[in-house]
């Protein structure tokens, strides 16, 4: 960090992203060429509007992308990063759904990953503290059977 930056604060912005685990496996999504972070993977997800909880703005924002109605479960962790010049407050919840997600508006792939392979992907650095408490030996989200 620069001196004349000291004592300065970064602008933040609140994010979510949902993490789906079906059969063993969690779904990662790669962002598309031309958006932010391009070909990295990312838990899908987006930006808390003003007035909206954490929950209202998955659910909202998993519409958008994906085009499937959520139910939002626990919080899997709560990370702030710093990427660039901004700090990234990133929630990442378990979430259920009765519909599979098979495109995205913001991902040229989807993949379903087994929790062991989760860490072997090129991940965003916001979503790295998930991952690894994801792939951490003590938490195994509760399979979706919905």
């Not at 685990?21 to 509007?49: H, M, Q, T």
């Not at 259920?96 to 995205?104: A, G, I, M, N």
Request: glycine letters at 6%; aromatic letters at 6%; hydrophobic letters at 40%.
């Amino acid at each position: 960090m620069d001196r004349a930056d000291e004592g300065a604060s970064l602008p933040r912005i609140k994010v979510v992203a949902a993490v789906f685990y079906r059969d063993g496996n969690v779904l990662a999504c790669r962002r598309a060429p031309g958006k932010s972070a391009a070909g990295k993977w990312e838990f899908p997800g987006g930006k808390i509007d003003d007035g909206e909880t954490p929950a209202t703005a998955l659910v909202r924002e998993i519409h958008e992308e994906l085009g499937i109605s959520i139910s939002v479960g626990e919080l899997v962790d709560r990370t702030v990063t710093t990427v660039d010049h901004l700090e990234i407050d990133l929630a990442c919840y378990i979430v259920s759904s009765k519909e599979l997600p098979f495109r995205s508006t913001d991902h040229d792939q989807l993949r379903w990953v087994s929790i062991d392979a989760l860490p072997s992907l090129d991940w965003a650095t916001p979503d790295l503290p998930a991952v690894t408490v994801l792939s951490s030996t003590g938490h195994k989200p509760v399979e979706d059977r919905t």
